[in-house]
C-alpha cells in the first residue's frame, strides 16, 4: 500500500487530513506559506520528517504565489512566509531543517527573477519529498537487521509513513523487516491525547497486513512484565548532541519501562532530526498544547470541568536509555556526542 501523505495536485499542495484519520481519508488542499503553517499547527499534517517536507512546499507555494509582484515586494513577502511558518510548531527540528535548506536554495539565487526563484524553490521541495522516502527506505533496511524473526515490537505514536514522505520511519523499518521476509508483530500504544497509534498506526498497520495488536499506554509494563514485548522501537522529533531523544509524550515511559525489563530501546531518526545546536535533551522546547486534548477527544469532553489540565506534547529520553539510533548511515549503538558528530563528517 503506498500512503500519499503529502502530494503535488494542480499546483498546490494536498495533505491528508490526519485529524479525521481512520473514520474518514480525505485530501485538503493548500496554495500559501500561511495555510500550510496552519495545516501544521491544527495537525492535519504531523510527524517530524513530514511537518518539514509540509513546510519546504509551504515555502515554495508563497514564492508562487508572489512571483508577479515587485523584487522588494516578492522578497519581503517571502519573509513573513518563512517567519509563519516557523511559528507553526515547536519541536520537530525537521521544520527548522527544511526551512534553512529553502533559504539556502534561495540565497544561492537571489539574483534571479521571481518567477525563477519559485521554479527552483518548488524544485527544491519536490527532492526533499522524494529523498524522504530514500531516507527511509535505508533506514529501514538497517533497521530490519535488529528484528529476528518472529519478534513482537512495541511502537509508540505514528512514525509511519503518515508521520514522513512516505514509508516511514519507525514503521518503515517494521516494513522493510516484511519485506524482507520476517514475520513480526507489532503492539501500538494508543497515546494520548491525540491518538495517533490507535488512529494512524493502528490504521497503517492493518492496510499493510502487519499483525497489529492495540493497547492502552498504561498497559506497556504489564506487557513488557509478562514477557510479550522483544524490542521497542520509537521514531523522533528531536535528537540533542548528546544523545538525548525527545518524542511524543510518554516515549520517555517506556523508555524506562523497556530498560526496566532489558527490552533493547531503538530510535529511528533520519540526519534532519538531528539538532547539533542543542547540547542536551534539557534545551530542546516542549510544545504544550490544548487544554482540549486531555479533557476528552473531539467533542467528548469528560474531564470535570474546572480542572486545572497539563498537556505537554513530548517528553526527552535521556540517551542513556538509548540502546541505538537508526539512521540513514546505519546504526548508532548507545549513541553519544562524539558518536553523533562522525555522523556528519
Ligand atoms: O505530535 P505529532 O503527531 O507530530 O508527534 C509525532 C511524533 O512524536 C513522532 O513519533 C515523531 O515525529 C517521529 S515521526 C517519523
Redesign the pocket.
Known sequence: MKVETLRWSHNKLEMID?RILPTAFEYVSYDSAASVAEGIRS?VV??????GVAAAYGVALEALRLQSNSIDSFKSGMEIGFTVLAQS?P??V?LFWALQRMRKVWDSIVAQTPQQVAARLLEEAHEILAEDIRINRAMGAFGAELLADGTRVLT?????AL??AGW????GVFRSAVEAGKKISVIADETRP?L?GAR?TAWEMVQEKIPVTLITDNMAGYLMAQGEVDAVV????RVAANGDV???IG?YMVAVLAQRHNIPFYV?C?LS?IDMNIASGADIPI?E?SADEVKGFRDMHWAAEGVKIRNP??DVTPAELVTGLITEKGVVMQPNKNKLQQLFE
Open positions: 490526519q495537525m504531523r510527524g517530524a520528517p513530514a511537518i510548531r519541536t520537530a525537521n509508540h505514536c505514528n512514525a509511519g508521520a514522513t516511514g520511519t519507525a514503521l491525540f495517533q494512524l520509537v521514531g523522533t522529533d525527545a518524542n511524543k516515549t529511528a533520519p532530526t510544545e498544547r506534547s513530548f
